[in-house]
């Protein structure tokens, strides 16, 4: 956060000053977070309560099943947000890759395999030219990824303007395979694919340099080159990462729908950026939670079951909901950092005080 | 002999000069792009009259641009506070599904078609839609305090449910006649959504350049702080530009409808915040605010349909269309950029 830079120069340097000021700061970290857990388990326990059948293992487990590929989607989404940018293209990636690996597997007769290496690679370099050019070029980040979006619906349409159906046997088992898990529920391969990618993400953005650097990007870019921190090597990657991250959300829905159609996963970079901001993330950069992110998408995914679950309410309430959910918390968090913000200048005043002081004894 | 020199550097140095001016780029980009069209299609400049009417392909370009024209108008305003509306085409959905709902299917009064609601009400409804929704926008950015994107972001994802809320999940088709002359009627011969889109940039550009509003705009966008403290009441034209903005959508919505004879909630108007932003920028309107043209915006606004309008007369599968776009986004917001041009400008210095 752009505030917590004044009031570490600015903290007096005492241990029990120092602690409390992390006490708060930590409690304020969390709240968004612990907002959107409470409300997760508010909506699937209000659920539960009204209809039969709601709450059971497989109930719960669907919602990783039907929102795999948002997860995957919205993980890579959260590292580019966090790091101040902001990715547009996510969901013509995902049509882009169900598109090119259906037409190399069933026009082209490719190794199955092969092809997903390849469409892999292509998400991964369209993410890296982004990234170069928002490095380089110095061009807002969503201008750059809206022309890329741009690129990789349009290259859909060339590859075909109608749906592909995808009758690959290794996709079809992809498809199909049940994991069974406890309580009779049971699980896809891409939700292992979905939690594999969340688990990675969690491990780079909290127990890695990369993981800081992009915090720090997020929080002041200027800050982050002044303190000589990787800015270039770092932006670049998120922006890779996020190409990455979209082709495999392509891959996993290309197992969702067995086909390749230029019309899939239209405005999903929509429910992205809303999952990522359901999940406490700032999409002014510097704060946010890849945890978050996966508890947004299970709160969009249980605005759909519980839609779905009432049977009377036509499936455009669930864009309803979701639009006012973003609204409700685009407010806490501004009313959050409006708070934060008072309680900085409040301290002021007497922060330099302390500060040489502390320094003086020192 | 010796004036020779002297003179092709006052030539290099006009050409410098001219290529500074804001419109010089959109200006030479249509013109390449007319002349491109006029090569392959030898018959493109010519106009010819039936019936009273003016028909050709330039006069095609000029009608199908209205909507857009309208939308980039609005948009224009806003990005110059250094703001973005990207619910634009959610808007312009929700106005064309209330225009469909007031007029009301097929309802026939003594063997006359009728409508629900008299026809000025329907465009006026709609109209108002869109500015209601615009000061949504307006309260959510300039009042609460929200990032301008994520604001416009709520609408986006939210309106395309309202507007299937309106139509009850349904393409509505209009079935009432003189509704349809708001897109396809003729004025004086001239196609009447050309009247519109000239209405409001002709409106928006008095507004803005024969009062201080457009220098008061162009002062929030280079530092809202700063003109505030200049006592420009940055807080109510923040609000109004967003406003403005919707109303604009509100009309292209109803232009559209008019123009397809339906409203359809999912898919009216899509795409159309990025043809509007792509208009914008493309007029040399900076996304970084402080300046903005509405000049600009309508070239760049018939620059995209020229476009579109010439890759189907070449032949190109229209599918390419995008991928076009995209190439020529990349290009313009590379010209744009600022680091770009301090490399290019460095190596000219370098040079001498």
Redesign the interface.
Known sequence: MSQSAPSSAALPRGPAAGLSRRDRLLGWRYLPLTVTVSLFVLMFGAGSVAFDGFFSAQVFFNLFVDNAFLIVTAVGMTFVVISGG?DLSVGAVIAFTTMASASLIQGRGWNPWATMGLVLLLGALLGLAHGL?VH?????P???T??????A???C??IS?DSITIKDPVFRVLSETRIPLFLGGAITVSVVIALVVFAVAVFLAHYTRFGRTMYAIGGSESSAVLMGLPVARTKILVYTMSGFCSALAGLVFSFYMLSGYGLHASGLE?DA??AA?VGGTL??GGSGYVAGTLVGVLIMGTIQTLIMFQGDL???????V???L??VF??LQ?AFQRSAVRRLTSAAPRAPATGAAGLRSA | VSAQPGRSAGVAEALRGLSRKQLFFPVVTLLLLLAFSLVVNPRFFSVTVRGGHLYGSLVDILNRAAPLVIIAAGLTLVIATKG?DISVGAVVAISGATAASLIGGQIAVQGMEATKVALPFVILGAMAVGLAFGMWNGL?VSV????P???T??????????A??ITD?RITTIYYRPFFFVANGFLLGIPFPLFIAGAVLLTLGLLTRRTSLGVFIESIGVNPVASRSAGVRAGAILFWAYAVCGLCAGIAGIVVASNVKSAD?NNAGLLFE?DA??AV?LGGTS?NGGRFSLVGSLLGALIIQTLTTTIYAVGV?P?????????V??VV??IQ????RALIWRRTEVAR
């Open positions: 902001i050019t380089f070029f110095r061009l807002q969503f201008i750059v809206l022309a890329g979006q741009f690129l619906r349009g290259l349409y060339v303007t929509m950026i809303a901001v999409l002014s036509s499936s455009w309430w669930t864009k309803i979701i639009g006012m973003l609204l685009c407010l501004r | 973005i959510l609460l305090g929200l990032q994107i994520i604001a972001l709520i609408l986006m994802v939210a309106g395309r449910g309202v299937q809320l999940g909630g990025l932003i792509l920028v996304m599968p599918e390419i269309t995008m991928v076009v776009k995209a190439v986004v990349f917001s590379v950029s600022e680091a770009v």
